[in-house]
């Protein structure tokens, strides 16, 4: 029997939460590592094993994979989730692609200084206007189930977790959206999707205040640490630096 995959990350959502989904929703089980101090991950490093110095981190079929598309891709490809043809490959491309736009600006959301508040309601209403409304228009005109063919796809499992990150910055985001609604109903009643949901499971909650100063002690991010150590990442139209996490 194989090995159950191996998941190197800390004990929080970030890059490495579509992952777990992803895994969840092509029922494989997985083990993980979840770094508790800076030491845990440094000795990581230390061992040659993280290639780039950054996680998250994935050891499945003999490799130790890093870079989260490229990580995504790979499952999505071996548990049939990533189209039947070229076509629909690139059409899954798409969809996440732009997914992850609004994805990244949720996910930076709890590095916002105290002050920036805007920053939530910046967030609404790029869902609102910009993304929520293409997918609206993708499952309308494709008149099927899923956003691309007819069966479940990583678009599809990408989408849905959004959707609930979308709803957990505002609970009635789907109000104008009634493709979507049928959508997420319609995914969530999937049996491996309900397991996930299910309280127990290995999805993550929201970062919270204890949450976040674990994650910057552990990666030793600030924003006062100058930047040309840091990898830039363009969230809300501005500039945040980030260390060690794959963006």
Known sequence: MAAKPKLYYFDGRGRMESVRWLLAAA?????EQLFETAEEFENLIKGGKLMYQRVPMVEIDGMKMVETRAIL????????????DLKEQV??????????DLYDIIMFLPLSFPEEKENLRYILEKATDRFLPVYEKVLKDHGKNYLVGNQLSWADIHLFELILMIEECKSDVLLTFPKLQEFKVRVSKLPRIQKFLQPGSQRKPPMDAAGLEVAKNIFKFSKAIPKDTYKLVNVWDKPVFIDKVNV
Do not use: P, Q, T
């Not at 029922?27 to 083990?31: D, F, I, M, R, S």
């Not at 059409?91 to 692609?97: G, N």
């Open 27 to 31: 029922g494989v089980e997985y083990e």
């Open 73 to 84: 891709r790979y499952i999505a490809a071996k548990y049939n989730l990533y189209g039947k």
């Open 91 to 100: 059409l899954i491309d798409m969809y996440v692609e732009g997914m992850r």
